[in-house]
């Protein structure tokens, strides 16, 4: 397919608003569907993953090619809410074009000004496309007021509804009287855009006061492709109103792949061309029981064929080409080749995930990764029976394959697999996903990684001594501890003078001790920022040995520890959160509320953004409660920042459940 001839368009916006019925309708009208008896079968045949089926709402971003009036024609159908941002991400980074799909019945919600700052980011052409006008309820002049004001940009409606029918503003001669002015005032707006693109245009504008058909669509093309100018159009994906206007729009109005740039990880530009050595990007991976692997990829430059040797160039490791795939959802077309601008799937690539760049093994480059979203919500997750642990582990694998955005840790000092991501929706369904691989799980809070230190100095002895008939055990040492400052980790000094013990004996005094400090005697959790200095002690030329001086060290370390002021330690984390200015109050005051520490709170246009140092207990279920407070218009990150000492009234609490435990 000619390159000029190809449309990638990115479907996205809020939950709720039709964007899978829309493309469904778009399907159908391009005879790309079969005609279903019933409008309900024609709708779900967009959202057929069994999790969709079961909750009626789109998770996972899916790719329709159709072929249209010799154009090639890429629909991406990406999810609303906000915990899976990745997928919409992902599918806006294949896309030349946006489709958002707003609700005539409703208002803008938060992820609809997410997705026009994602796209504004990568300057990216946008139609709006106001859904549900057939309805009674339906405003689509106060929806049209609150897309201007929320996303702080220009609208002009390509048609208006009235009666049941679209008045088209550029085509219609005789507009109805009651909206005959509006109409004629849109009309002189959308001209006076399009004759702004070039020189010449401008020019004729200025001398004749019009512009031809073709020079008007020539403007209108070129100012939608720089985002000068943002249409809307009014319609039904339901009734089929609005859907031939935007197909219209696709083949006449929206971007080809031709001219669009890329950049290499090292800044290089690349420009998406036909000629030239293959590259390609996955920006999505997929895994089906039936088919396996799958990975999803958008041809920036040259071309692939069956057969061929690839190299994935972010992973040094080379990749046979098997089938390629064209995708309508779940329907599959096997190609043998591909170009630039197209998007396909390649199958059982056998090392290749979402962000990796392929290329012609002769000319490695790799492109800049996709930037997603960082899990800022976690669970601990084991499986009910001992023996699926293997399995859990392959199938967490397999899911954080599928969205980058999750992520798997194992917490080795509490013997936890904390699984991370954007929300608690989004964990609860890809849990729900592990049913695929015969494995139950069962959710638990993830433990909090305190740690242990000491306030002031101390000195005790350890003294082992056993006698078993044959050859003893003898190991003695004193030992001195005092603390380090914050971060400072661990240090041991010898300080034995006069061969009090020998040296080939010291490393297991330090190693005992440094067994002793794994499980503080306060909690049970890990001792840090301590100096320990081993200073006297006594041996025995035949009893003494390293297992009995490793003791030694460990009681001393322990008769020592009590009295040197122990305290605990918690995780501090530097969070960042972004909020509508409305909120500032509520969120600063609950920030307080959780122990946080505001560093400084400035502006970002339209929002605040608060830095804030937290404990990270304060901060588990943050992702759910900041939700819950901004109405989903709040976000936030977090990174571990340092450890600090537990206020008193905390830690006994937690010294208290420690010993439960340990009963």
Request: aromatic share 8%; net charge negative.
């Amino acid at each position: 397919m000619q390159m000029s001839h190809i449309r990638n368009i990115v479907f996205a916006s809020q939950g709720g608003t039709g964007k899978s019925s829309l493309i469904a309708s778009l399907l159908n009208k391009m005879n790309a569907l079969a005609k279903l008896p019933r409008k309900e079968e024609l709708f779900k045949a967009c959202d057929y993953a069994p999790e969709e089926a079961d909750r009626g709402f789109t998770i996972i971003s899916k790719v329709f090619t159709v072929t249209y009036k010799e154009h090639l024609i890429n629909m991406l159908d990406t999810p609303g809410y906000p915990d899976f941002s990745g997928e919409v991400i992902g599918a806006i980074h294949a896309a030349e074009n946006v489709v958002i799909v707003a609700d005539a019945t409703g208002s803008i919600e938060v992820q609809t000004e997410r997705v026009w700052e994602w796209i504004k980011e990568k300057t990216l052409p946008c139609v709006v496309f106001v859904n549900k006008i057939d309805r009674a309820e339906a405003d689509f002049k106060k929806l049209w007021n609150e897309l201007e004001e929320k996303l702080e940009a220009e609208f002009l409606p390509l048609y208006i509804p009235h009666e049941k029918k679209l008045i088209s503003i550029l085509e219609e001669e005789s507009p109805p009287e009651s909206i005959k002015q509006e109409v004629e005032e849109i009309r002189e707006k959308i001209i006076e855009r399009a004759a702004e693109s070039t020189d010449e245009l401008t020019e004729k504008y200025l001398e004749e006061g019009s512009l031809s058909k073709e020079e008007l669509k020539q403007g209108i093309r070129e100012q939608v492709k720089n985002r000068n100018i943002n249409f809307i159009i009014p319609g039904s994906a339901w009734e089929g109103i609005g859907i031939k206007e935007l197909i219209s729009l696709f083949t006449d109005i929206f971007s080809s792949p031709e001219g669009r740039t890329m950049q290499t990880a090292e800044g290089e530009e690349i420009i998406c061309d036909e000629k030239g050595s293959f590259i390609g990007q996955v920006f999505k991976s997929t895994f089906e029981p039936h088919l396996g692997d799958m990975s999803l990829v958008r041809i920036f430059r040259g071309k692939i064929s069956s057969g061929d040797s690839i190299l994935n160039a972010s992973r040094g490791e080379t990749e046979k080409i098997g089938q390629i795939q064209q995708l309508i959802g779940k329907n599959r077309k096997e190609i043998t080749s591909a170009s630039a601008g197209e998007i396909i799937g390649l199958l059982k690539l056998k090392n290749t995930h979402t962000s990796d760049t392929l290329t012609s093994p002769d000319a490695p480059v790799v492109l800049e990764p996709i930037k997603f979203p960082t899990p800022i919500f976690s669970i601990a997750i084991r499986p009910k029976e001992r023996k699926d642990e293997e399995k859990i582990s392959y199938a967490l694998n397999k899911i954080c394959q599928e969205d980058p955005t999750l992520k798997v840790e194992i917490s080795h000092e509490f013997g936890q697999t904390i699984l991370s991501g954007l929300g608690e929706l989004q964990l609860n369904m890809n849990l729900s996903k592990l049913s695929r691989y015969g494995v139950n799980v069962v959710i638990e809070e993830p433990k909090i990684p305190y740690r242990e230190t000491i306030k002031s100095t101390a000195r005790a002895q350890g003294k082992y001594k056993k006698q078993t008939g044959g050859r003893g055990q003898y190991g003695d040492c004193w030992l001195e501890l005092s603390p380090l400052g914050r971060g400072e980790g661990f240090q041991f000094l010898n300080k034995i003078v006069g061969g009090a013990i020998p040296s080939r004996y010291i490393p297991s005094v330090e190693k005992g001790v440094r067994e002793a400090m794994n499980k503080g005697p306060l909690a049970g959790y890990p001792v840090i920022d301590i100096q320990v200095t081993c200073y006297d002690g006594s041996f025995h030329p035949v009893d003494s040995s390293d297992i009995a001086f490793q003791i030694a060290g460990s009681m001393a370390f322990k008769n020592a520890y009590p009295n040197a002021n122990p305290i605990l330690l918690e995780p501090i984390m530097k969070a960042e959160i972004k909020i509508p200015e409305e909120y500032l109050g509520d969120i600063t005051g609950d920030l307080n509320a959780r122990r946080g520490k505001i560093i400084s709170i400035d502006a970002e246009g339209r929002k605040k953004v608060v830095k804030v140092l937290a404990p990270w207990a304060e901060l588990q279920r943050y992702a759910i409660d900041l939700k819950s407070m901004t109405q989903g218009r709040g976000t936030f990150t977090m990174e571990f920042s340092h450890y600090e000492e537990v206020p008193a009234h905390i830690q006994s609490k937690i010294i208290e459940e420690a010993q439960k435990e340990k009963k």
